[in-house]
């Protein structure tokens, strides 16, 4: 039970994020959205260091000089399998008019909803292969980091739950619906960790594989769109300055809970 409450901190956190359309007026100052962009790919970073790639190699340390292997291979499929996804199912990103993918005839709230679910996916795989090392009784990761990795995720979802729902409302959709749509593109996160546990049985060998895998499918996230997103345009310093809160808050939270 206390697994599945890990699984589900990431989701709660995009749902409180997207509720903050019932209480805002207005779409997200720019300069808001830029500093949650940062603050967002700062935590991501940081998660993808502290909680995936470092244990991924600590856990092949008899390999001696060669344990960095596990961990960048898996790395890069990682990249390779978001690029595949960034290529192949269509999206829209903020404050742009056309979608990135495939050619469709989806609506604008619809890829905006799938873009963020595409975050989304190695948020979710990510806490999954953490708990389920965990569970496996691995002494290089810890219970603790697990639920210091789920925070984590939360905390950096939280912005981005607003920053899908509150452009949907001033798009004139429904309070309500654009809640619906927010909170929905966070449901892949416990249903990629509940697989990944379902797994867990064949994914232990694999572990350092399946963590660097995580590791690198949020860096790609990272640097294809959410520092691209907070840098553009005039005060760029701002995403900067949030980029390193974020990642300060997960390097201590990782570091104190693990």
């Not at 100052?29 to 700062?42: H, M």
């Not at 190695?122 to 210091?148: C, H």
């Not at 912005?159 to 927010?182: C, D, T």
Request: net charge negative; with cysteine.
């Amino acid at each position: 039970m206390n697994v599945f409450w890990g699984l589900m901190i990431p989701f709660a956190g995009t749902a409180l994020g997207a509720a903050c359309v019932f209480f805002m007026k207005k779409e997200l100052n720019p300069l808001v959205q830029k500093g949650f962009l940062g603050f967002a790919a700062g935590v991501m970073v940081a998660a993808s260091v502290w909680s995936l790639l470092i244990p991924a190699m600590d856990m092949c340390a008899g390999m001696g000089k060669l344990a960095f292997i596990p961990a960048a291979f898996g790395f890069w499929l990682g990249i390779g399998f978001l690029l595949f996804m960034d290529r192949h199912v269509p999206h829209l990103h903020l404050d742009s008019e056309e979608n990135e993918g495939p050619k469709c005839n989806l609506k604008k709230t619809t890829m905006l909803v799938l873009a963020v679910t595409l975050h989304n996916i190695p948020e979710g795989l990510s806490a999954g292969a953490v708990f389920a090392g965990a569970m496996s009784g691995n002494e290089t990761v810890t219970m603790a980091g697990a639920f210091a990795l789920a925070i984590g995720i939360a905390i950096q979802n939280f912005p981005e739950g607003a920053i899908i729902s509150m452009p949907l409302r001033g798009n004139g959709m429904s309070r309500k619906k654009a809640f619906v749509y927010g909170t929905a593109s966070g449901a892949v996160e416990p249903i990629a960790g509940g697989l990944t546990l379902l797994l867990a049985k064949y994914i232990t060998p694999v572990l350092p594989y399946l963590l660097s895998f995580a590791a690198g499918a949020m860096i790609y996230v990272v640097v294809e769109e959410l520092i691209p997103e907070s840098s553009e345009g005039e005060h760029s310093n701002i995403g900067t300055l949030a980029f390193a809160a974020g990642f300060v808050l997960m390097m201590v939270l990782d570091v104190a809970l693990g």
